[in-house]
């Protein structure tokens, strides 16, 4: 499986931007997919998740609220609209999908990673 993320860019604090995630070589439609984000320096961390049927989403705390998962399971596909951009969401953005139905928080909830996306908030 590989997952290929794209629609990441230069954004001013404030603005949106989305972010697509597309799975190629093996469906993952019933799969949990997620995102997660590593700014220079910091941890990878959790961003959001989705489960198989478009459900249970959840989402980081510092994102909650601003950002919005969804997916389209026929075009293989999962999106993150991000709203209300700040500064501290730059970070390179990597998709994963899940190792059940349904993922969680977790790295360790996850099989298949994507190569990331750079997404850059100018203040």
């Known amino acids: 499986v590989q997952l290929q993320a794209s629609g990441g860019g230069l954004v001013q604090a404030g603005g949106s931007l989305r972010v697509s995630c597309r799975a190629s070589?093996?469906?993952?439609?019933?799969?949990?997919m997620g995102w997660f984000r590593q700014a220079p320096g910091k941890e990878r961390e959790f961003v959001a998740s989705?489960?198989?049927?478009?459900?249970?989403?959840l989402y980081g705390d510092s994102v909650k609220g601003r950002f919005t998962i969804s997916r389209d399971n026929a075009k293989n596909t999962v999106y993150l609209q991000m709203n209300s951009l700040k500064p501290e969401d730059t970070a390179v953005y990597y998709c994963a999908g899940g190792r059940r139905s349904y993922s969680g928080k977790s790295r360790d909830d996850y099989t298949f990673w994507g190569q990331g996306t750079q997404v850059t908030v100018s203040s």
């Open positions: 989705i489960g198989w049927s478009g459900g249970g989403a």
């Open positions: 070589g093996r469906a993952l439609s019933n799969n949990g």
